[in-house]
Every structure is written in C-alpha cells, then in structure tokens.
C-alpha cells in the first residue's frame, strides 16, 4: 500500500450541506494538520486529502456499517488507506476508541454537538479538538506505524497500549495550537493527539 491516505466524511444526503458548513473547515484543517504530524513524528511523507461523502441510507440489509465501508473502499483507488469519519458508531471493533482499523481502511466516530442550536462555533471546534481529533490519530496512527514496515503487535499492539495510558490519565495527549507549535490542555488548542513518541 502506498503513502497515500483519503479521509472521507460521511454524511447523511440531507445533511450533508449542512454538515459541509459547519464541519468541513476543521476537518479540512485536521487532515492538513496530519499531514504535517506523519512528517514530523513518523518521518513519513504522506499524501492526506478528504472529502465529504452524502450516503443514502439503505434497507435493513444495506445499512451504513463497516460492511459498507469496506464495499466502499474496494471500490475506490487501490493503494490509499480510506479512513472514514462517521455518524455512527462501530457495532465491533478492536479499537477501544469508537474506532475499526482493518486491512487498507479505518474509520472513526464523529462525535457532534447534541444541542446544535444552543452551542457556539468556537465551543463546537472544542469539541472536535478534545473529543474527535485523539481519536482519528488513533486510527491514523495504525497505518502510518504500518507503512513504516512495523509489526502488527506494534503497528496494531502497540497504540492500543499508548490508548489505554492517556484514557488512564497516565499520559498526557499532545496539544498544538492552529500553528502545529506544542500547547496546553488548559491553553487554548486547534488539535490533539495520541503521543507518538510512547508508540
């Protein structure tokens, strides 16, 4: 698999255009951000680009799941690792991170405000920063380990180890600000991340 990796966000056909405004300028600045973040600490250069994708829900047996994602991976370009932010949750996975990573595709939950109208845009990217962007460099973190020619107990093992310590509190995320420069919990920060240098 090449250095390639599309970050593809799903959502509802008659959300989408909603979503595109009040979403897709952080997560358009998130896979910048990754892209800087493989160079810097996995020494990778890695082509990240994304883009939003409106699915129609199916019927009962064609329903939005990792089954799905995986159809739709084969169907795109061979070589590029699909990771896919979405609207739902896994219904199994061996992520504890309300993530799946799986042979060339990876998916995360996408955790939106609850009460949308009641909640200002700089409280929403919060959000994205504290609860969403730790968990897609989860994910992310698999494949970068992977394309590096690691070992599935370290490409795979090893970040559900780093996971289960910054759950515990035993080890601090990693916060940048909108500049990628090193930053706070308790300062203002764009971004955050597992620690690579525990991997």
């Known amino acids: 698999m090449g250095k390639k990796v599309f970050v593809i966000y799903l959502a509802k056909n008659e959300e989408w255009e909603q979503l595109q405004a009040e979403d897709w300028e952080y997560v358009s600045s998130m896979i910048r951000f990754f892209k800087w ?3 810097r600490f996995f020494d990778l250069d890695v082509d990240i680009s994304g883009d939003i994708l409106p699915v129609i829900p199916g019927k009962i047996f064609d329903r939005v799941g990792i089954a799905y994602l ?7 370009e061979k070589g590029v690792f699909h990771l896919y932010l979405t609207y739902f949750r896994p219904t199994w996975s061996d992520c504890k991170t309300e993530g799946y990573y799986g042979d060339g595709f990876g998916m995360a939950y996408w955790k939106r405000p609850k009460d949308k109208e009641n909640m200002h ?7 994205f920063a504290s609860d969403n962007c730790p968990r897609v460099s989860h994910v992310l973190a698999h494949q970068l380990l992977k394309m590096k020619g690691k070992t599935k107990q370290n490409y795979f093992g090893s970040v559900h180890e780093v ?7 035993k080890l601090p995320f ?9 930053t706070r919990e308790d300062a203002p920060f764009r ?3 597992i620690d690579p240098g525990a991997l």
Not at 121 to 127: A, F, N, S
Not at 163 to 169: A, I, L, M, N, V
């Open 121 to 127: 845009e700089i409280q929403r990217m919060e959000l």
């Open 37 to 39: 973040w493989s160079g």
């Open 191 to 193: 971004f955050s991340t």
């Open 163 to 169: 996971w289960e310590k910054h759950q515990s509190k």
């Open 70 to 76: 995986a159809r739709d991976h084969k169907d795109r």
């Open 174 to 182: 990693l916060y940048f600000n909108s500049e990628y420069h090193r």
